[in-house]
């Protein structure tokens, strides 16, 4: 399922696979594609065209709508968006810690609202392992509780325990619905969550117990809510070590270029984050001499690619006037190109740091790259 094949510090390069897509190599970015599509008009034609590797779909807008149940009666996610590579879900939990003023957690699970019609729901262990295997994803995350930074230790302590617990539920439903005859895929991974906020020694015991539990893979949540970057470094730096070295490492929701960099440094193998295709939306764009905005009057008439650097095909056929053009005009398009183009750097910026892996050369790579991507034009 994975292996490491080369490392460079605690940098590794590796390969993935699982039932759909064949191999991925890694480090990897997932493309957030939260109701079975990219916000901003990009199908599943253009996930391939950005070279995507992993999508990532979300269990609770998915629930509500269109509704698990009707996703496995068309066949499950892959066939329902015409997408034959990997997916991952995540378990509902972030979702959950979004809607604080809409939710009750208890042992058994969360009670909360939904935001679109008010309507009561309860999602627990089982009922996100239910939803997840309905969806048929490749990967499913288990049922956790991300909390806010700072939160008081005794909190965080009770958090991760009940986190725990809830692992333990996840895992045990979670095999009894991939033997279910008319699963919709039988092969389906599940990750456990790393939690415990800032506090080194919650995360560090955390992580060695659900290490115990032998998932398919284990991923750091609850960071990039709130806290200084370097403080998320600091927590990265104390859990890894306890990481079975075997297992793909997550990290979940980060992040900007640097983030990225600086987490594959520290053993992180899997990534997510809205902000490519959010920051795209509203035209900050992601290039290799620094993020632009641009809707600035200076690109009127610059005809010149969105990066003289980038072979998108955004950045083969068009201009920056046209860009911003499109995003005075009000036009659909200009999201569309622009989230094609951020995504499309993503993953190459992927594929760059998989290159300076394998010729051994990482760590000059980051250095010399780092405070460009970090820059803002």
Same mark, same amino acid.
């Given at each position: 399922?994975?292996?490491?094949?080369?490392?460079?510090?605690?940098?590794?390069?590796?390969?993935?696979?699982?039932?759909?897509?064949?191999?991925?190599?890694t480090?990897?970015?997932?493309?957030?594609?939260?109701?079975?599509?990219?916000?901003?008009?990009?199908?599943?034609?253009?996930?391939?065209?950005?070279?995507?590797?992993?999508?990532?779909?979300?269990?609770?807008?998915?629930?509500?709508?269109?509704?698990?149940?009707?996703v496995?009666?068309?066949?499950?996610?892959? #066939?329902?968006? +015409?997408?034959?590579?990997?997916?991952?879900?995540?378990? $509902? *939990?972030?979702? =959950?810690?979004?809607? !604080?003023?809409?939710?009750?957690?208890?042992?058994?699970?969360?009670?909360?609202?939904?935001?679109?019609?008010?309507r009561k729901?309860?999602?627990?262990?089982?009922?996100?392992?239910?939803?997840?295997?309905?969806?048929?994803?490749?990967?499913?995350?288990?049922f956790?509780?991300?909390?806010?930074?700072?939160?008081?230790?005794?909190?965080?302590?009770?958090?991760?325990?009940?986190?725990?617990?809830?692992?333990?539920?996840?895992?045990a439903?979670?095999?009894?619905?991939?033997?279910?005859?008319?699963?919709?895929?039988?092969?389906?991974?599940?990750?456990?969550?790393n939690?415990?906020?800032?506090?080194?020694?919650?995360?560090?015991?955390?992580? #060695?117990?659900i +290490?115990?539990?032998?998932?398919?893979?284990?991923?750091? $949540? *609850?960071?990039? =809510?709130?806290?200084? !970057?370097?403080?998320?470094?600091?927590?990265?730096?104390?859990?890894?070590?306890?990481?079975?070295?075997?297992?793909?490492?997550?990290?979940?929701?980060?992040?900007t270029?640097?983030?990225?960099?600086?987490?594959?440094?520290?053993?992180?193998?899997?990534f997510?984050?809205?902000?490519?295709?959010?920051?795209?939306?509203?035209?900050?764009?992601?290039?290799?001499?620094?993020?632009?905005?641009?809707?600035?009057e200076?690109?009127?008439?610059?005809?010149?690619?969105?990066?003289?650097?980038?072979?998108?095909?955004?950045?083969?056929?068009?201009?920056?006037?046209?860009?911003?053009h499109?995003?005075a005009?009000?036009?659909?398009?200009?999201?569309?190109?622009?989230?094609?183009?951020?995504?499309?750097?993503?993953?190459?910026?992927?594929?760059?740091?998989?290159?300076?892996?394998?010729?051994?050369?990482?760590?000059?790579?980051?250095?010399?790259?780092l405070?460009?991507?970090?820059?803002?034009?």
């Amino acid at each position: 399922m994975f292996e490491v094949i080369k490392r460079e510090g605690r940098a590794r390069r590796g390969r993935f696979s699982c039932a759909h897509g064949g191999v991925v190599q890694t480090p990897v970015f997932m493309n957030v594609a939260t109701q079975a599509a990219i916000k901003g008009g990009l199908s599943a034609g253009d996930l391939e065209a950005v070279r995507c590797q992993i999508a990532l779909c979300n269990t609770y807008h998915l629930h509500l709508r269109p509704g698990d149940g009707v996703v496995k009666d068309l066949g499950g996610l892959h #066939r329902m968006m +015409a997408w034959d590579g990997p997916i991952l879900t995540d378990s $509902g *939990g972030f979702q =959950v810690f979004s809607l !604080a003023s809409l939710r009750k957690i208890k042992e058994e699970g969360v009670h909360f609202s939904s935001h679109i019609d008010g309507r009561k729901i309860f999602m627990g262990p089982e009922e996100s392992m239910q939803i997840q295997s309905n969806l048929g994803s490749d990967i499913a995350m288990a049922f956790d509780e991300c909390v806010e930074n700072p939160a008081p230790y005794e909190y965080v302590k009770d958090s991760c325990e009940r986190t725990l617990r809830w692992l333990r539920r996840c895992k045990a439903e979670h095999e009894r619905l991939g033997a279910l005859p008319g699963c919709v895929n039988p092969g389906q991974m599940l990750f456990g969550i790393n939690q415990g906020g800032t506090y080194d020694d919650l995360r560090v015991w955390h992580m #060695r117990e659900i +290490a115990k539990l032998d998932c398919d893979g284990y991923a750091i $949540g *609850g960071l990039a =809510v709130g806290e200084p !970057a370097e403080v998320m470094y600091r927590v990265i730096e104390a859990v890894e070590p306890h990481m079975p070295p075997n297992k793909p490492r997550y990290l979940m929701g980060v992040g900007t270029p640097g983030n990225i960099l600086e987490a594959v440094a520290r053993g992180v193998d899997f990534f997510d984050c809205v902000m490519p295709a959010r920051n795209a939306r509203h035209g900050r764009l992601f290039t290799w001499g620094g993020s632009l905005n641009i809707k600035n009057e200076k690109y009127k008439l610059d005809t010149r690619p969105i990066d003289p650097d980038c072979d998108c095909p955004v950045c083969r056929r068009y201009s920056r006037a046209y860009l911003r053009h499109l995003f005075a005009a009000g036009e659909m398009l200009a999201m569309r190109l622009a989230v094609m183009h951020n995504l499309y750097f993503y993953n190459r910026l992927m594929e760059r740091i998989r290159e300076a892996l394998d010729q051994g050369v990482f760590e000059d790579f980051r250095r010399e790259h780092l405070p460009r991507l970090e820059a803002k034009i």
